[in-house]
């Protein structure tokens, strides 16, 4: 199979359809700056790419063969990321980082801010790390009990019935299919594993139950550092 085999050609009629929105991007730019290039930041190690019977110098010289194809006058540099090994996180974000892209930057900025307020007392429920942190100190829930806990976050203000709180967070497939009594007990752990803080799980009677914010909850929702690698 040929380097440029690999990519199959979908990329010149992408680039013909998409000619008049390059001119359109182009004409509502500012008159001082105009378009010079594009970085396209793959996430992919060895083992990945051997696994799909390709490897990385085969992939570059593939791409470099097409542009080459598309665009003669094109000027390309390739350079490859490199971590150490098992130091984990997702191949994308590696990339980014180690190539000083501004956007992983900015995002890994903030993570390291958030890490110094971490021993401030109350309560700290982390949607994207999957965490809470009570007084500075990572609580041991369940999967299941974050998943209670983050359900009733995401609806704060709204009283949510224990029928949907079962519907929503268990599957007919698995091991536990909770009555709605059992939700109690469930709640009645998370405010265990909550502590002096467990009223922030309002219990309704004859209802259901609702997450009440505190001045010492914080929420972390994610960072809002926009993507570049999505267009």
Known sequence: M????????????????????????????????????????????????????VSLPLLVDALRRTLA????????????ALAPHGSGGRDLDVVRLALQEPGAIARTKAAAEEETTDEE???VVDISRKRVLID?????????EFELLQYLVL????????????SALWQAQDDETPGERTIDVHVRRLRAKLGRY??????????????????DVVIRYGHGTPSPDRF
């Open 155 to 166: 609806r704060e203000g709204r009283t949510i019935e224990r029928s949907e709180l079962v």
């Open 121 to 123: 007392g109350g309560v």
């Open 69 to 80: 194809e598309l665009a003669p006058g094109a000027e390309t540099h390739a350079t490859v």
């Open 198 to 215: 467990e009223d922030i799980v309002r219990t309704v009677r004859g209802i259901g139950y609702r997450f009440d914010r505190h001045a």
């Open 2 to 53: 040929s380097n440029t085999a690999l990519l199959e050609r979908p990329a010149a009629t992408a680039v013909r359809q998409s000619a008049s929105s390059a001119a359109q991007l182009a004409a509502d730019l500012p008159a001082v700056r105009s378009p010079r290039g594009f970085a396209l930041y793959v996430g992919l190690d060895e083992i990945k790419a051997a696994e799909a019977g």
């Open 136 to 144: 500075g100190e990572s609580a041991a829930f369940t999967y299941k």
